[in-house]
């Protein structure tokens, strides 16, 4: 017989992983027009608030290691999404930043957010609650 502990620990771990599915699965219609894979969608938005990056900045900030963010960049760029190039000041990093055309984008990607928050029927301080647990999941104290 399962353990009381096991079983909530293994309901906690379907609940986060559905809820993850579930979450990409809302972004997909509003990001099928744009062009944008929910990942792509992710890297954008990180790169609105601060571009240019480098690829390890960019993937340290979305916890992603350097073979899934760089092929991922690498797409974006391809799709007219970035820009690649190697920082002047220090050669061995590459730097990511939007295009015109992202830029364009900033308002229609940063209304998704509000789009899904209002499907998920959550207030604002509900959505910061839960991100802050999510993270606090994500990076226990111990760490």
Do not use: W
């Not at 609940?15 to 219609?29: E, I, V």
């Not at 007219?80 to 730097?95: C, I, K, N, S, Y």
């Not at 998920?120 to 839960?130: A, E, F, P, R």
């Amino acid at each position: 017989m399962m353990s009381e502990r096991h079983s909530v620990g293994t309901q906690l771990s379907f609940a986060l992983y559905g809820a993850a599915n579930r979450m990409a699965r809302m972004h997909k219609p509003f990001l099928e027009p744009l062009g944008l894979t929910f990942p792509q969608y992710l890297v954008i938005l990180e790169l609105l608030d601060g571009a240019p990056l480098s690829v390890g900045t960019l993937g340290a900030r979305l916890d992603m290691d350097t073979g899934t963010i760089t092929p991922l960049v690498k797409r974006l760029e391809g799709a007219g999404f970035v820009t690649r190039a190697r920082d002047p000041a220090d050669e061995r990093r590459v730097l990511v930043d939007l295009t015109p055309r992202s830029r364009d984008l900033e308002a229609e990607i940063r209304s998704i957010t509000d789009m899904i928050k209002s499907a998920c029927q959550l207030t604002d301080q509900g959505v910061d609650d839960l991100r802050r647990t999510l993270d606090a999941l994500a990076h226990p104290a111990s760490e």
